[in-house]
Every structure is written in C-alpha cells, then in structure tokens.
C-alpha cells in the first residue's frame, strides 16, 4: 500500500514536471514571436518614412508637371496662296474657258441662276454673245474675223459642232474662235436634239453675266452689217426678235397634237424660224423651262418639228409683249420644200448684199420705223467666202 502510494506521487511529480516543461516552451515561444513582430514594426517604419522622405524630396526637386497636350490636328494643310491662284467674283460671272465638265442638268440649273441685286460691284460692258450651230468647221471664219477685228470686250464666241468628233486645234490663237468650242452633242436634223442644242448654247453663254443679247446663228450665215450697226441696234432694242406667226396650213396648225393641252392649246400654237435673236430675260427663261421643253420633246416628234415650234409657242404664251415676232436673219423661202435656197458664188454681187441691207419694206423699232429690217443673212454656198471678202470694204465697211 506503501508502495503504490510512493509509485502516484513519482507519477504526480514526473507529470508536473512534464507541465511545466510545456509552460516554459510555449512562453519561449510566444517570447519569440513577440520580439520578431516588435522588429518587424520598427523595420517598417522606418521604411515608410525613408520612402515618405524620399518622394517628397523628389518632389521637392522635380518640376511641377506640364498639361496633357492635345491631339495633333491630321487635317489637311491650308493651301499656299501664293502657289494656288485666287478665284474673284469676276472670275465667276465672266468665266473665260468655255468647255467644262457639267451635265446638262447642271449647266442649266447653273444657268439659271439670277442675282436679285441689280447693282454690281464692278462695272460691266454689256456684250452680245454670238451663237453658232454648225455640224463642223466654219467655213466662214475669216469673214466674221474681220467682223470683229477690233471691238474685242464687245462680244463673245460659242460654238456647238453637231459632230462630237470635231476638233478645232488648227484654229490660230489670234482667231476669236479659238477655244470658243463649247461640250458639244450629236445633232440631227429635224430632230429635237437640235432645239436641245440651241439651249445648250444659249445655257454656257448665260454662264457670262455680261452677255446682254444671244444671237444664233449656222455656218452658212454671215453679217451684212459692220459690227458698230449690230451692237447698237440690239443693245439699244427694246424687244426680242423671235419669228412666229399663226400657220392655219398643213405645216403650222397641222403639227399640232392634242396631246399638249391645256398647256399648249391650238389658239397658242405658233410657227417660225429658228434663228432667233433675244435678250438676257428671255434666254434665261428658256433654259429655265420646265413646263413647255419637256412637253415638246413628248410630243413634238416625226412630221413637227421643234426648233420651228417651241420656241415661237413658248414666247407667244409667255412674253406677247416684249417680241418683235419677226427674225433679224434673211433666209429665202421662195421656193418653198424644207430648207431654204442656198446662194452660190456668181449670186453673192454687190446689188444683191446692197438690196439685203436696205429692204423695201420698213420695219418697227422700238416703236418706230427703220429700213434695217435684218442683220445677218443666210444661206450661202461655203465657196461664196471670197466674194464676200471681197465686197464687204465697199458695201459694209470691213
């Protein structure tokens, strides 16, 4: 009994021992891990505040930062004006190159175009533009060469070749017709690509502002007046000179289609000859026609004829009071058919030209009466140039 009480107090004290053989362990321990925390905090702090120290003395030192700089501009550069040529207003209402590269939808809607302000800027000489149709070259060149020799600024030159495939490039520089070759297209006779055409000239002439009169004229046709005569009668008039009259024959009234009414009704209905001359307020409704043109070109077609028609119609319709209703070009229709009498060489005399200038009738003018009933004549034979040539010095003064 003894004995097992010395064994439970061997065992108490060996298990006490173990305890506190634990205890100190622990402690040891935990003593450990408290004196690395303690390092470790003082550690960092004193490298958050070298770092602090560090950032603002590099502060202290670095220049206070710039904004950010905007987007560099990838537009493109202005151009130079001294290598691109300024375009003025002069440029734009006085262009000096006919042709360009407009439709004749934008030819016509530019054309169309009216300055409301009646006052210009600059001043302006009014002239007449001198329009001709031809099917190529002009054969009479030289002649209206000499027609205009020497009132340059007085007038302007537009040419519409009905051959697409013409080319002027031997015209001589010194001609006024050289480079007056307007975008041109194929024209047939009797077709309504002719009264197309005319308005195509009548539209590229109207681009300049300084073109009062539009005369048309073919290659067949020559002045009989000297140039001083022409300007001052058509500058000077108070009216168009558009040829209509009322045809109750089989070619006037007998084109007529029903078809066209209301617009156009067979009381409206009017015939003439298509070598007009007009001023700028005619021509400018011309090219703007949107009514009448598209009407004619529905309905004018096989046995009517267009240029012998709309244009007649469309002045007695629209502008009955400002027409002298008859043509200043003498065509001779004595021998009836579709085209008038061609004169040949030996029938170009000095009578015959003197009896053109001085008709034996008299005509009105700006409400009074004049002798010089017409300005241009047509149709003469191409190898009739000379003759004129030859007789204008003595009959006509150039």
């Given at each position: 009994?003894?004995?097992?009480?010395?064994?439970?107090?061997?065992?108490?004290?060996?298990?006490?021992?173990?305890?506190?053989?634990?205890?100190?362990?622990?402690?040891?321990?935990?003593?450990?891990?408290?004196?690395?925390?303690?390092?470790?905090?003082?550690?960092?702090?004193?490298?958050?505040?070298?770092?602090?120290?560090?950032?603002?003395?590099?502060?202290?030192?670095?220049?206070?930062?710039?904004?950010?700089?905007?987007?560099?501009?990838?537009?493109?550069?202005?151009?130079?004006?001294?290598?691109?040529?300024?375009?003025?207003?002069?440029?734009?209402?006085?262009?000096?190159?006919?042709?360009?590269?407009?439709?004749d939808e934008e030819l016509l809607w530019r054309?169309?175009?009216?300055?409301?302000?009646?006052?210009?800027?600059?001043?302006?000489?009014?002239?007449?533009?001198?329009?001709?149709?031809?099917?190529?070259?002009?054969?009479?060149?030289?002649?209206?060469?000499?027609?205009?020799?020497?009132?340059?600024?007085?007038?302007?030159?537009?040419?519409?070749?009905?051959?697409?495939r013409h080319v002027d490039h031997d015209t001589?520089?010194?001609?006024?017709?050289?480079?007056?070759?307007?975008?041109?297209?194929?024209?047939?006779?009797?077709?309504?690509?002719?009264?197309?055409?005319?308005?195509?000239?009548?539209?590229?002439?109207?681009?300049?502002?300084?073109?009062?009169?539009?005369?048309?004229?073919?290659?067949?046709?020559?002045?009989?007046?000297?140039?001083?005569?022409?300007?001052?009668?058509?500058?000077?008039?108070?009216?168009?000179?558009?040829?209509?009259?009322?045809?109750?024959?089989?070619?006037?009234q007998g084109r007529y289609s029903r078809r066209?009414?209301?617009?156009?009704?067979?009381?409206?209905?009017?015939?003439?000859?298509?070598?007009?001359?007009?001023?700028?307020?005619?021509?400018?409704?011309?090219?703007?026609?949107?009514?009448?043109?598209?009407?004619?070109?529905?309905?004018?077609?096989?046995?009517?004829?267009?240029?012998?028609?709309?244009?007649?119609?469309?002045?007695?319709?629209?502008?009955?009071?400002?027409?002298?209703?008859?043509?200043?070009?003498?065509?001779?229709?004595?021998?009836?058919?579709?085209?008038?009498?061609?004169?040949?060489?030996?029938?170009?005399?000095?009578?015959?030209?003197?009896?053109?200038?001085?008709?034996?009738?008299?005509?009105?003018?700006?409400?009074?009466?004049?002798?010089?009933?017409?300005?241009?004549?047509?149709?003469?034979?191409?190898?009739?140039?000379?003759?004129?040539?030859?007789?204008?010095?003595?009959?006509?003064?150039?």
């Amino acid at each position: 009994m003894k004995k097992n009480n010395q064994t439970n107090q061997q065992n108490q004290i060996l298990n006490c021992q173990g305890i506190f053989h634990d205890i100190v362990f622990y402690s040891f321990l935990v003593g450990i891990g408290f004196g690395l925390g303690v390092m470790l905090s003082s550690h960092t702090k004193s490298l958050s505040s070298n770092l602090q120290l560090s950032l603002l003395s590099y502060a202290s030192q670095s220049p206070p930062s710039s904004p950010p700089q905007p987007p560099q501009c990838t537009c493109p550069a202005a151009p130079n004006a001294a290598e691109e040529p300024r375009v003025g207003l002069r440029d734009f209402v006085e262009p000096k190159n006919v042709m360009h590269g407009m439709t004749d939808e934008e030819l016509l809607w530019r054309a169309s175009m009216k300055p409301e302000r009646k006052e210009t800027p600059f001043s302006q000489t009014p002239k007449i533009a001198f329009l001709f149709l031809t099917r190529g070259r002009l054969p009479f060149a030289p002649f209206w060469e000499k027609f205009f020799k020497g009132h340059e600024g007085f007038y302007s030159i537009y040419v519409h070749t009905s051959d697409p495939r013409h080319v002027d490039h031997d015209t001589p520089e010194t001609s006024p017709f050289y480079r007056r070759r307007i975008p041109s297209k194929e024209v047939e006779w009797g077709k309504f690509s002719l009264m197309e055409a005319e308005r195509r000239l009548l539209a590229n002439a109207l681009l300049d502002s300084s073109n009062r009169r539009f005369v048309l004229l073919s290659e067949a046709g020559v002045p009989i007046f000297d140039f001083s005569t022409v300007y001052s009668h058509l500058i000077n008039s108070h009216h168009s000179f558009v040829d209509l009259f009322d045809d109750h024959g089989p070619t006037g009234q007998g084109r007529y289609s029903r078809r066209m009414a209301p617009l156009v009704t067979l009381r409206e209905w009017r015939k003439g000859s298509q070598w007009f001359e007009m001023d700028r307020e005619l021509a400018l409704a011309v090219v703007s026609d949107t009514t009448y043109f598209p009407l004619f070109k529905k309905h004018c077609h096989g046995g009517c004829y267009a240029d012998e028609h709309y244009l007649p119609t469309f002045v007695h319709i629209k502008f009955p009071g400002k027409n002298a209703n008859r043509s200043l070009t003498w065509t001779d229709w004595s021998r009836g058919g579709p085209h008038p009498r061609t004169y040949t060489r030996p029938l170009v005399t000095v009578d015959f030209l003197r009896g053109l200038r001085k008709s034996e009738k008299t005509c009105a003018y700006n409400g009074e009466t004049t002798e010089i009933c017409y300005l241009f004549a047509r149709k003469f034979d191409e190898r009739s140039l000379n003759r004129f040539i030859l007789f204008a010095p003595k009959i006509m003064g150039f």
